[in-house]
């Protein structure tokens, strides 16, 4: 039982200075291979060529209709604006508090940099620039569909740019439902009643 116990432990000492043996060790001779198939697979790599198909290129295109996963967008007003050749009229989506807020944090984010966190278009670049951002609360505006709006913010127009893939499709229309809420805001002191004008700052 001893001498089975001395051997065990020499037989582990000789594996652990093997291997530590091999640590940090170059060489030009061909490693041992356990499992060559690991190593090299019966594969192609991305932009290889082929001889297997008649166009010689390893990569293929997908099929015609593919659609990622989680990526079939079937409701063409929801994601492009437009339904029927028009602009949809009102935001698809339900306005609620939830909404408005995170309308207001994406308009925050992304639109007052030009057109200020009023809408007015007196943000920070509009101030640097040679161009003027479009005032939200000009009656132009406010005459606008709410699919107008949805598709200057995905294809941009004039200076603005697409802001399509920085914005996702529902955060757009929460953006528009936040800058109806903003256009509803606008007034002068001769909207306020008399008796509640001292109290307004």
């Given amino acids: 039982m001893r001498i089975r116990s001395i051997l065990r432990a020499g037989a582990l000492a000789a594996a652990a200075a093997i291997l530590a043996g091999c640590a940090g060790q170059t060489t030009r001779n061909t490693p041992i291979e356990v499992f060559p198939d690991m190593d090299r697979q019966p594969k192609y790599r991305p932009q290889r060529p082929s001889e297997f198909f008649a166009d010689g290129r ?7 209709g593919t659609v990622a996963r989680g990526q079939l967008k079937l409701d063409d007003a929801f994601y492009t604006g437009v339904a029927g050749n028009q602009y949809v009229g009102r935001n698809p989506l339900p306005i609620n508090s939830e909404l408005l807020k995170l309308g207001q ?20 670049v509009g101030q640097r620039a040679m161009w003027l951002p479009t005032n939200l609360q000009e009656d132009r505006v406010r005459q606008m569909n709410d ?20 914005i996702a499709g529902r955060d757009r229309w929460a953006i528009i439902a936040y800058v109806r809420a903003l256009q509803r805001t606008t007034g002068s002191l001769d909207d306020v009643p008399r008796e509640l004008r001292a109290g307004v700052r």
């Avoid at 390893?58 to 015609?64: D, L, N, W, Y």
């Avoid at 699919?147 to 920085?166: A, C, H, L």
């Fill in 105 to 124: 944090t994406r308009f925050n984010t992304f639109c007052s940099p030009c057109h200020d966190r009023t809408g007015q278009g007196k943000g920070i």
């Fill in 58 to 64: 390893a990569s293929r295109a997908p099929v015609a």
């Fill in 147 to 166: 699919g107008e709006i949805f598709t200057i913010i995905t294809e941009g127009r004039r200076s603005m740019p697409s802001y399509r893939f920085q």
